[in-house]
């Protein structure tokens, strides 16, 4: 135990002296930055060179005043040539493979990339634009509690007398009506499905989204504007007629595996994946559905919202974190009601970074899967987060991230 601790000691110290080098753009000017003496390269990055103990709280500075991190790099691996920083990529780059190979059943060696799975099973475009199906609005229920921000809804329609099949992860098409600006018919949205693929009822004859109504200033006028479609959607009464394509997408589908692990980062409407995910693995009647996909894995949702009422199914989910404490878990980042370490507002990027290095083991097992949904922006923080984790090993993010999409384990959807 003596000895143990000995080493331990000794380990962190060697740790705690290590420093990084982060190549950072797109600072805002200030009296601090404008004081650095750091190269300046023609990109306009700036070099930082930061303690390990210091690592999270200087990716949350630099990302606070609009910097993005373009890569971390341990001083040590890093070469000087007349007197300017040149990074030496090789060495992390090897790691990032390493971390990512197995072995087949013969023994061989292989990358996950290699193992990727062909999904060619997958129901594609059942229902084109020029031939949708007629659906019919079951059910219009309000997700925002009183107080909340803006109208989201989950709309449940019949698929009876429809070949839609469709799986977690996919989207369907929704073609509004009339016609646009140009006086032609308007084209159709995507939106990803908020159901399973036996639908909320359990039968087989349903799919269901989670719809936000789009509400913006015109940048000229100054009035506010509303989406076409997700107004539509969102004040439609049961009985009304819809039309619906697809499905279509195979870059947000579950791994069969039922030991995996599924990493949700999610704003907003990106929830409606995640939910599809969540019931599949841990809804009673879902499993008994499924009696070939019994979820034993590790699941872990980090939602970011508003307010407390945007929260939007916080009862299911907080049912399923009671149920299943070992397999679920739930993050939420309430950006109007929590404080960043900073002091400012609490986004998803924030809860990454509270959490970056135990992420980041997480995402090192090769039955991870991680999944972002939501408003396009937020990966940046979330990069910057796992830069961070994965450096303290000698690997470089970007890098690793590189081989994870190859392998089908980081699968993105933003908008």
Request: net charge positive.
């Amino acid at each position: 135990m003596n000895n143990r601790g000995a080493v331990e000691g000794a380990a962190n110290t060697q740790l705690g002296s290590r420093v990084f080098l982060y190549e950072v753009v797109g600072l805002r000017q200030s009296e601090e930055t404008d004081q650095t003496n750091y190269p300046i390269r023609k990109s306009g990055s700036v070099f930082i060179r930061v303690p390990y103990n210091r690592m999270n709280q200087e990716m949350r500075r630099i990302t606070r005043l609009g910097g993005t991190i373009v890569s971390i790099q341990p001083v040590a691996a890093l070469g000087q040539v007349n007197g300017k920083a040149t990074p030496v990529n090789s060495k992390t780059e090897v790691k990032a493979e390493e971390q990512l190979k197995n072995k087949d059943k013969k023994g061989n060696t292989m990358t996950q990339a290699k193992a990727k799975k062909d999904h060619g099973d997958v129901p594609v475009n059942t229902y084109r634009p020029n031939a949708p199906f007629i659906g019919k609005v079951i059910s219009n229920e309000p997700l925002v509690k009183e107080g909340g921000i803006g109208i989201v809804q989950h709309i449940k329609f019949d698929l009876s007398g429809s070949n839609l099949k469709y799986i977690e992860g996919q989207s369907i098409g929704i073609i509004p009506p009339g016609l646009d600006k140009n006086g032609k018919p308007e084209k159709l949205r995507l939106y990803s499905i908020a159901s399973t693929r036996h639908g909320d009822d359990v039968d087989d004859k349903t799919v269901s989204l989670c719809v936000r109504q789009l509400e913006y200033k015109h940048p000229e006028t100054g009035e506010t504007v509303y989406g076409v479609c997700s107004t539509h959607l969102c004040f439609l009464k049961p009985g009304d007629e819809v039309k619906i394509t697809g499905p279509v997408g195979k870059e947000m589908l579950l791994p069969d595996d039922p030991e995996a692990n599924v990493i949700m980062m999610a704003t907003g409407t990106g929830i409606a994946p995640m939910r599809a995910y969540l019931w599949r693995q841990f809804k009673d009647a879902e499993r008994a559905a499924n009696p070939e996909y019994q979820f034993k894995g590790f699941s872990w949702l980090i939602f970011g919202v508003p307010t407390t009422p945007n929260l939007l199914y916080k009862e299911e989910l907080e049912e399923i974190q009671q149920k299943y404490p070992n397999n679920f878990r739930l993050t939420n980042a309430i950006s109007r009601e929590q404080k960043n370490p900073q002091g400012g507002r609490m986004y998803i990027q924030d809860r990454v970074a509270e959490h970056a290095d135990e992420l980041w083991q997480l995402i090192k097992n090769e039955k991870t899967h991680t999944y972002i949904c939501g408003l396009r922006g937020m990966e940046e923080g979330i990069d910057a987060a796992l830069s961070a984790a994965a450096a303290k090993e000698d690997i470089v993010w970007s890098d690793y991230q590189k081989q994870l999409k190859k392998a089908g384990r980081w699968h993105v959807e933003t908008y």
